[in-house]
């Protein structure tokens, strides 16, 4: 049976857009253009998985969002058009899922609803510290070290893409693949190149940057770990 998602958004070229797309990515969709008809259509029709514009009439998005955290756990991803709102929405401990910042692609929207509902179909959690050479990251602590120094210097979007690359050791990522793989950061992903986070993350982990011996360049494709 397909999943439903729900989409609660006021602008409606934004809204159909979503819903022509995810309709043709196989899931049903419904949509409301205002709060608290949002509210009651999550009531009354149980998504699958809620995406929840922030500013809207009637019922702003973190109202929607906390009431329906009390009452339920379906998976919420909050859209936003604010750069500052991502500090609340983070922050507040809104119990939203994730959140995308617009403009956005649809194509990006459906990697992210994905993600988030392989999360919630309960999937095997992968373990939560990986060592690979002489890197350790703890997922659940998001931590670095190497070779036993601890690296507090890592964004979020390093710190995923490094993930990414050990879980895949010795595997090569293409620069799309570690694209898809940033769940919570696509949109800074998009401003700044992955080969500009890669330059980062050398610099803070590598011994020497210059001939990097934990992430290498795999000519043609992209990056990996080594083993
Ligand atoms: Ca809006």
Known sequence: MAQTILIIEDERKIAVGLQNYLESAGYTTFSASDGLTGLQMARRERPDLILLDVMLPGMDGFSICRTLRAESSVPIIMLTARV???????????GADDYIAKPFSPRQVVARIKAVLRRAGGELQPPEVLRKADVEIDLQRRSVSVQ????TSLTPTEFDLLATLMRNAGRPQTRGMLLESLQSHISEA?????????????????????????????FGVGYKFAE
């Open 190 to 218: 998009y401003d700044r190149t992955i080969d500009a986070h890669i330059k980062n993350l050398r610099r803070k982990i590598e011994p020497d940057a210059a001939n990097p011996q934990y992430i290498v360049t795999v």
């Open 84 to 94: 500052e709102e991502v500090d609340t929405l983070l922050g507040l401990e809104l």
């Open 148 to 151: 036993g120094a601890e690296i």
